[in-house]
């Protein structure tokens, strides 16, 4: 709910704090006061339009923050939980707009689009005036209502989710279709861009291998006759290195007398003569056993050769081949009956319309019994509100055409009829300022258990009426406050005595400049308020006493 406004350098308001709680408002002042300045300058705080007029003569900017407390408004938390905007329980609106006419938006704190405030806002609170504000004129209004009042808000929202999933379904159709041409001759491609991978079968890691295998194979005779050489350098040459060690140790063991100093090196040269031997052995039977394959080099050099071609003709690496050959084969997959074919997707609407088409039914059976009781709640409320004669009609529309619409399967409309006899038309064509007023204020009375705007604003819905009516508009106003928030702008003082929380409206001039003040009243000051709104100027006991009795009797009203 609203919980605080601040208004700066606004029309004809230097500077306006106001606390607000939860219950009825009533604000009242003499007129051109500039009791409008609190609800013009509420829907600016909701992305209405503005003007460089709003502006404060002499001021640079116009400056207008509204605070919320958004912890019982599940819609409005989870809106500025996606929008990465939430800030615990309160969500602060501001509007700031310059003397050129430009503006800016926040929401805690942050700049944000003007239609994200107009979103919101939408959500926080709904002013009822005979302005720009008059939300019971749209037909999404009349249908957000209906569902709530039918308690099928869960239904509506999985009605939605439906016709948005077919919708989809639906495109990809449409595109699928609209390119058959062109996708089939890319299966044809695909087809044969896969047997060939197919029949390469290349597998991770093998031509590394055969690269390896290659290099082995093509050096063969090399390989032969090096490893021959060495072999006779070892043991079988006359010069072999084993004979040169042996004719060292000789030589080393012919001495005329024992050195103690040599007998590492004679041990070091023994090691060397076993270990060249071993060598040479080693070397004999690699050369006996070895082989060079001409034929083997033949099919790896053709394999490597397959390959490379395969690998140009896609002009990418070799290494990359293998996950070409599993992303096309997936691709072809999709196109010749996975998710993408023809097949599929006519069976996916077809599955998908009738998921909606059964939700959809169920939603409209609960809004025609919904719309029966509210009609015949509202005309109750109606009669009250001494339009007797008003006949109220909720217009479920049977949508002709053979594609499903989002919000189901009829449009939703208020119709009126304001005398016997005459057919019911829409609420804009039929009722005045005053009477749609009235309507909305006799709808929300009845859809105030099901709503989930929890703040509304009702702008002179006392025009045209008096006496016993208006104590009866007071009574409902007091009706939806304690349920909620309610703010009213009014003349009659049968409505001011019954509201929770008074705020009072004055008009001064100071050093030629004309300023508006708004204060909260006390109980002796809306007393007072009240005599003046009976009694005018001139105040007398009487009135005293009379405004006395209606406050009372105003607020022991529990309704």
């Known amino acids: 709910m609203l919980t605080q406004l601040t208004v700066s350098n606004y029309a004809i308001a230097e500077r306006v704090e106001l606390q607000f709680s939860k219950g009825m408002t009533a604000l009242t002042g003499e007129t051109g006061a500039g009791k409008s300045i609190v609800l013009d300058a509420l829907g600016l705080a909701m992305g209405g339009r503005a003007d460089a007029g709003a502006v404060r003569h002499g001021a640079k900017r116009a400056d207008i923050t509204a605070t919320f407390d958004v912890s019982t408004i599940p819609e409005a938390t989870e809106w500025l939980a996606e929008h990465e905007l939430d800030d615990e329980n309160d969500c602060i609106l501001r509007r700031v707009i310059s003397k050129d006419g430009r503006s800016r938006a926040y929401i805690n704190g942050q700049p944000c689009p003007l239609n994200h405030l107009k979103e919101l806002g939408g959500v926080l609170m709904d002013i009822h005036s005979q302005h720009q504000h ?67 079968a290349l597998e991770s890691g093998e031509q590394e291998q055969l690269e390896q295998e290659q290099a082995q194979l093509s050096q063969a005779d090399t390989v032969l006759h090096n490893s021959h050489q060495a072999a006779l350098l070892c043991t079988e040459d006359e010069t072999s290195a084993a004979d040169l060690v042996r004719q060292a140790l000789q030589q080393l063991e012919q001495l005329p007398v024992d050195v103690p100093a040599l007998a590492d090196t004679i041990q070091m040269l023994n090691e060397a003569q076993i270990q060249i031997s071993e060598a040479g052995d080693n070397l004999r039977h690699f050369v006996e056993d070895y082989e060079a394959d001409p034929a083997r080099l033949a099919e790896v050099e053709e394999r490597l050769s397959a390959i490379y071609q395969m690998a140009r003709k896609h ?24 998710e993408g074919s023809l097949e599929q997707l006519e069976a996916e609407l077809a599955s998908q319309r009738s998921r909606f088409d059964a939700l959809a039914g169920q939603l409209s059976e609960a809004r025609a019994k919904a719309g029966a009781e509210l009609d015949q709640r509202v005309a109750a409320e109606l009669g009250q ?28 409309e208020f119709l009126v009829s304001a005398n016997p006899g005459q057919p019911a038309r829409p609420l804009a064509k039929v009722a005045s300022g005053g009477e749609l007023s009235r309507i909305s204020l006799a709808i929300q009375v009845v859809v105030a258990q099901t709503s989930t705007t929890p703040t509304l604003v009702f702008d002179e819905v006392d025009v045209g009426i008096g006496g016993g009516t208006a104590e009866v508009v007071g009574r409902l106003l007091r009706t939806l406050g304690s349920n909620g928030q309610v703010l009213c702008v009014t003349h009659l003082p049968q409505v001011a005595a019954q509201c929770h929380q008074h705020l009072f409206v004055s008009k001064f001039t100071d050093k030629d400049a004309t300023f508006s003040k708004i204060e909260t009243l006390d109980d002796q000051g809306r007393i007072s308020e009240v005599a003046r709104m009976l009694g005018g100027v001139d105040m007398t006991d009487h009135t005293i006493a009379h405004a006395r009795e209606m406050f009372s009797k105003g607020q022991a009203t529990h309704h």
């Not at 308690?151 to 509506?156: I, M, N, P, W």
């Not at 279709?177 to 089939?184: H, K």
């Open 134 to 200: 008059q939300s019971l004129l749209r037909k999404e209004t009349h249908r957000k209502l209906v569902d709530e009042f039918a308690g099928a808000e869960a239904l509506a929202a999985d009605t939605r989710e439906a016709w948005k999933t077919w919708n989809q379904i639906r495109q990809r159709l449409i595109e699928r279709q609209q390119n058959a041409d062109e996708a089939e001759a890319k299966l044809q491609l695909l087809r044969y861009q896969v047997e060939e991978l197919d029949r390469l």
């Open 315 to 338: 002009r990418i690496t070799p290494e990359e081949l293998p996950e070409l050959h599993q992303r096309l084969s997936a691709e072809l997959a999709e196109l010749e009956g996975g």
């Open 385 to 412: 509100l001494s339009m007797p004669n008003m006949q109220f009609i909720t217009h479920l529309n049977r949508n002709t055409g053979e594609e499903p619409a989002a919000h189901g399967l009829e449009e939703i």
